[in-house]
């Protein structure tokens, strides 16, 4: 759960929004105050127009919060709530984890 403090700044966030995108924010900042999870990122990933759908991992995840509609997309006023956050620091939006390969250096031959 939130505290007083981070819930007096989501209800200064969202401040004249609608009823069902603020309770939508509400229940995103509850949802990723433990940290970001794969489901987290592909969905701010997908507001910033990286992708245009979310995945159906996501779907599940965020669908019962009004997050996400039942084909993967993301309401307009959500998209923007989703961007106006990360741009005003209320949500940090981290990058797909895309492991880097390690070359296999034993494999050189520097004769």
Do not use: W
Not at 43 to 60: E, K, Q
């Amino acid at each position: 759960m939130l505290t007083g403090p981070e819930k007096s700044r989501v209800k200064k966030f969202t401040a004249g929004m609608d009823e069902s995108t603020a309770n939508a924010m509400l229940n995103l900042f509850i949802l990723t105050k433990p940290g970001c999870d794969a489901a987290a990122s592909d969905l701010m990933m997908a507001a910033h127009g990286h992708y245009p759908r979310v995945c159906t991992g996501t779907i599940s995840a965020y669908r019962p919060y009004g997050l996400v509609g039942t084909d993967g997309s993301i309401p307009a006023p959500v998209k923007l709530a989703i961007r106006k956050a990360i741009a005003q620091n209320y949500l940090v939006m981290h990058g797909p984890n895309i492991p880097t390969p390690k070359p296999n250096l034993a494999e050189l031959n520097y004769r």
